[in-house]
Each structure stands twice: as C-alpha cells, then as structure tokens.
C-alpha cells in the first residue's frame, strides 16, 4: 500500500468507498434514513474539485482503498473512509498518520476532527481526546450526532 495526493481522476473512486465505508460502518449508529440522505446522490463538482485539491489517497491492489483530507489552513481532518473490504489492515491508521506529517511540516500544532459515532474509538487509539458530542451538518443537509476531537501535534 502508498499513499499519494489525489487528482481528479481519483474522485468518482472516493465517492463510492465512502459511500461503502458509511453504509458498512455507520448502520446501527445512525437511523437508515440519514444515512440513506448521506450516501445518496450523485457525484458533484464542488466532492470532485475538493478531491483534487485537498485528498490523498491510499492505493492498494491497483485501487484507492482508503481516503482523507486535512486543512492545512485549519488542522481540520475530513473524509477519513476506508473501502470495507480494507478495513482492519492498518489503511485508516497509515492515512491519518500520512496527515499528521503533512500538518507537521505545515508547522500545526494541533489537529482536529468531527468523528463519527462509530469510528471515535479507531481515532482515540490514534491519541484524538474528545468526548462530548456535538452536531455535524453534511453539504447535504443532513444532521448527525458526532465527537468532535482533537489531537496535539508534538515538536
């Protein structure tokens, strides 16, 4: 597995494994319906320029199997998704570690992130702190519960 910046050419892949990886991991924390509203619809312009622009990628087997962002303006970690079929491998491990390096050279001190529900455990076995809950509202106009956490960025 390598982890790489993502072009365009990357989107539609990233689209679908976190679409996968929402509907594998997320059921049972989330009623059906939001995550029929977070997971539908098609592609758009706006998901595949911000791929270009701020994803990277994990490849493996020929394929983008995992995907994640970090604001390097911000520290703000997004779109941490892992094809199911991957999970458990260390990919989501190796990525967010891909954008911790990232912010480090950028010169952050911290990072931080609006967790999932189910996936606030995987990022405090990362050394994420956070407990509470808070809201996140999706570009698609769905709320959901979720951990906003964050991370303190050594040197």
């Known amino acids: 597995m390598h982890i790489r910046k993502a072009t365009l050419d990357d989107a539609a892949a990233c ?23 977070w997971t539908g619809g098609e592609m ?12 990277h990628v994990a490849i493996a087997d020929g394929q983008v199997v995992g995907s994640g962002m970090v604001d390097l303006s911000t520290g703000k970690i997004d779109a941490v ?13 190796a990525l967010v570690a891909h954008l911790e390096c990232l912010a480090k050279a950028a010169g952050l001190y911290s990072l ?3 967790s999932t529900l189910n996936a606030a455990p995987f990022y405090r076995s ?6 509470g809950q808070s809201i996140y509202e999706s570009s698609l106009g ?3 519960p979720c951990v906003p956490m964050t991370k303190r960025l050594g040197g």
Request: charged share 25%; hydrophobic share 45%.
């Open 81 to 93: 998704f892992v094809r199911p079929a991957y999970m458990g491998r260390g990919v989501g491990r």
């Open 112 to 114: 931080q992130l609006e």
């Open 44 to 55: 758009s312009a706006t998901f595949a320029g911000r791929v270009a622009e701020q994803f």
């Open 15 to 37: 689209f679908a494994l976190r679409r996968e990886a929402i509907l594998a991991r997320c059921r049972g924390h989330y009623p059906d319906a939001d995550l029929a509203r």
């Open 142 to 144: 769905v709320s959901l």
């Open 126 to 131: 990362l050394g994420f702190e956070g407990d």
